[in-house]
């Protein structure tokens, strides 16, 4: 994981007050080519991105410290049963950034 990241996510716990429960980190590139529609190079292969377990009013906490703290993406899956939902937050700036979307 990149270290800036890493801090970057470290205050976005911090400023939620509570812990924050990951449910993908890093991948390698051939894992995420398996798992993803990004491929071999997606955001999780860089270190800069993670998917973050969270639902409902909790999930609304997240994307609003998110923005405070301009994080680059964010993805947003909230549909379906609550312990699949997550929030995908990275720090990508090459490209056209930053980039909201739905899943």
């Not at 976005?12 to 993803?36: E, F, G, M, Q, W």
């Not at 906490?61 to 929030?87: C, D, P, T």
Request: glycine share 8%; hydrophobic share 35%.
């Amino acid at each position: 994981m990149d270290e800036k990241f890493m801090m970057r996510l470290d205050a976005l716990r911090y400023r939620y007050n509570s812990p924050i429960t990951l449910s993908s980190a890093y991948r390698c590139p051939k894992h995420n080519n398996a798992v993803s529609s990004t491929g071999l190079a997606g955001p999780h292969t860089t270190g800069k991105a993670v998917d973050i377990s969270v639902s409902g009013r909790e999930a609304h906490k997240i994307l609003e410290l998110m923005y405070e703290l301009n994080f680059q993406g964010v993805g947003v899956s909230q549909k379906g049963a609550h312990k699949s939902r997550f929030i995908h937050a990275d720090d990508i700036t090459e490209g056209n950034r930053p980039w909201v979307w739905t899943y």
